[in-house]
C-alpha cells in the first residue's frame, strides 16, 4: 500500500545509513510473521 514509501523516507531520515540494511532486513522479516 501506501505506507511503503512514506516507511521508506522515514527510515532515510531517521535511521543511520551504517544501520538501514540491518533494520529493513529485521523489519520485512517481522512484516512475513
Known amino acids: 500500500?501506501?505506507?511503503w514509501?512514506?516507511?521508506y523516507a522515514m527510515i532515510?531520515?531517521?535511521i543511520?545509513?551504517?544501520e538501514r540494511?540491518?533494520?529493513m532486513s529485521?523489519?520485512?522479516e517481522?512484516?512475513?510473521l
Open 21 to 23: 540494511s540491518r533494520f
Open 16 to 18: 543511520p545509513p551504517s
Open 26 to 28: 529485521s523489519f520485512q
Open 5 to 7: 514509501p512514506a516507511m
Open 12 to 14: 532515510g531520515h531517521w
Open 30 to 32: 517481522y512484516l512475513e
Open 1 to 3: 500500500g501506501f505506507t
